[in-house]
């Protein structure tokens, strides 16, 4: 008898239906799976004879065949599980499935007494389903909240495989309320203090500037100093002031962290992601990649901040890597399966030491040759920092600094920061982008329109300074922001004085 039930397949960060056809039939006794199908899917079989035969059923000697179309797309993970399993009760007439073959979606994994436990990739199943036409899932109940944040459907959870037989065979489960995700938003506080604030730094005035005004428009930060400058520990604060991200963003945020198994048991993600890789990782770790390409830690941290500390540390060529994706806010990723895009529109933030003492410029502590400074420094490459809009020094902290309390919390420069983004949000309202520093260059005309004084001290700056192309346009970018959090129409010549000290570092 055959049968068939709809599961999904992780595809990079998007999800595909799958049709799962099962047929049992006379014959010698076997359990054949086909379909493209990794090692986790090949070991379905036994998960699921075991939860069968512990959820009361007894699987007669025949010829069990199950096959996961299309063929042509890699099935792995255990979302697979449940789904043969209902589908193989269905061929043996157990449940009756008639009425939900065009109509309901199934997945989960099960454990060897029937339980169904839980999954990664909830969200972006519901919303690839239900663009398909399907409004009905039976999922893990640990997963059900987080499915129920779209709307327009119903989420069934159950915990074990006998729930979803008793259901199909018109038994009554209670369908997950659907949650209020704009409401939820709008009453949302992130009052988290995730690594300290603001008010505990002594001193460098200017490069809390610099990354207020690196936040308030997402654009990418570098940091140079010896140790023991705040470097990190200015870095590291930034995550308390980001701007909250709107509801898309989180939809889209969500759905990246959801297949990553990172919601931490949320049912969605509010805050824009902090992501700091130890120096030590691969290019196909930072980037993603892998026969079958995963993400990631550039794409964990799309529309957030992607923090690498002691940048002239990492390998050359894990640094380079970083180079499209920067500019082109993605990650695009070519294998025999197919063509994988990975989304990467990230807010950079890194440190470095200036040499591999760390001291230089100052000779009284650094013992290193003109050579080697320019070595360490010269890992990282012209291009890269060609990308990056501001960069500043972080000077070591004078000791009447020290004794000093009471500067500025983390909550004040959010404030501005947010008013900054009100900004934006106003002005870009009909545009693809969001920020300031996605701009592209065929609008800098209408968004950073320059008077005739502010357009004689860009020309001088672009001739003295050799400026690229790209190093100009980033200067005017991150002028409109310094412009947006004065409450600036226009910009002035002082927010491009600023911006354009900010690239001297660079040059």
Do not use: W
Not at 106 to 120: D, F, R
Not at 285 to 309: M, Q, Y
Not at 353 to 363: E, F, V
Not at 472 to 492: F, G, Q, W
């Amino acid at each position: 008898m055959y049968s068939k039930v709809y599961s999904t397949a992780l595809r990079g960060v998007s999800m595909e239906i799958v049709s799962v056809e099962t047929d049992v039939s006379d014959g010698l006794p076997s359990f054949e799976m086909v379909g493209l199908l990794n090692s986790e899917v090949r070991e379905a079989k036994e998960r699921v004879r075991s939860a069968i035969k512990n959820t009361g059923y007894l699987l007669p000697p025949k010829r069990i065949t199950v096959s996961l179309s299309p063929a042509d797309i890699r099935k792995e993970g255990s979302y697979f599980d449940l789904p043969i399993a209902v589908g193989i009760l269905g061929s043996l007439g157990l449940i009756n499935l008639k009425y939900y073959e065009e109509d309901i979606l199934i997945a989960g994994e099960l454990s060897l007494s029937g339980e169904v436990l839980s999954m990664n990739g909830v969200l972006p199943m519901i919303l690839a389903a239900r663009e398909k036409g399907i409004r009905r899932f039976i999922i893990p109940k640990k997963n059900a909240h987080e499915g129920a944040i779209v709307d327009d459907i119903e989420i069934y959870g159950v915990n074990n495989l006998r729930e979803v037989v008793d259901f199909l065979n018109g038994g009554q489960i209670k369908a997950v309320e659907y949650v209020d995700f704009e409401k939820m938003y709008e009453e949302y506080f992130d009052g988290e203090d995730r690594d300290g604030d603001f008010s505990e730094i002594n001193g460098q005035e200017v490069v809390k500037r610099a990354a207020e005004v690196a936040v308030a428009g997402m654009h990418h930060l570098l940091l140079v100093g010896s140790p023991g400058s705040g470097k990190s520990m200015i870095a590291k604060r930034i995550a308390g002031i980001l701007p909250k991200p709107d509801m898309e963003e989180c939809m889209e945020i969500t759905k990246i962290h959801s297949i990553a198994g990172k919601l931490d048991g949320k049912a969605v993600k509010m805050t824009r992601p902090f992501r700091a890789p130890h120096h030590t990782t691969t290019d196909r770790a930072l980037i993603g990649g892998g026969n079958n390409p995963k993400p990631g830690e550039i794409t964990l941290a799309h529309k957030g901040v992607l923090f690498l500390d002691e940048l002239a540390e990492f390998k050359r060529d894990v640094i380079d890597a970083l180079r499209q994706p920067l500019e082109d806010g993605y990650v695009s990723i070519s294998r025999v399966g197919g063509a994988y895009v990975f989304p990467a529109n990230v807010m950079l933030v890194a440190a470095t030491n200036p040499c591999k003492c760390g001291y230089y410029p100052d000779r009284n502590r650094c013992n290193c040759s003109e050579i080697q400074v320019k070595n360490y420094i010269g890992k990282i490459s012209g291009p890269i920092l060609d990308r990056i809009d501001i960069c500043v020094n972080t000077p070591s902290v004078a000791m009447e600094e020290l004794g000093r309390k009471g500067g500025e919390s983390s909550k004040d420069i959010r404030e501005r920061v947010e008013h900054a983004r009100k900004c934006q949000i106003e002005r870009y309202k009909n545009e693809k982008y969001k920020f300031n520093s996605e701009i592209p260059s065929s609008h800098m005309e209408k968004y950073c329109y320059l008077g005739v004084e502010e357009k004689k001290l860009m020309d001088m700056a672009y001739n003295t300074f050799g400026l690229s192309v790209r190093a100009y346009y980033k200067i005017l970018r991150v002028a409109r922001t310094i412009a947006d959090l004065e409450d600036e129409e226009y910009i002035k010549e002082s927010h491009i004085a600023e911006a354009i000290g900010y690239r001297t570092e660079l040059i």
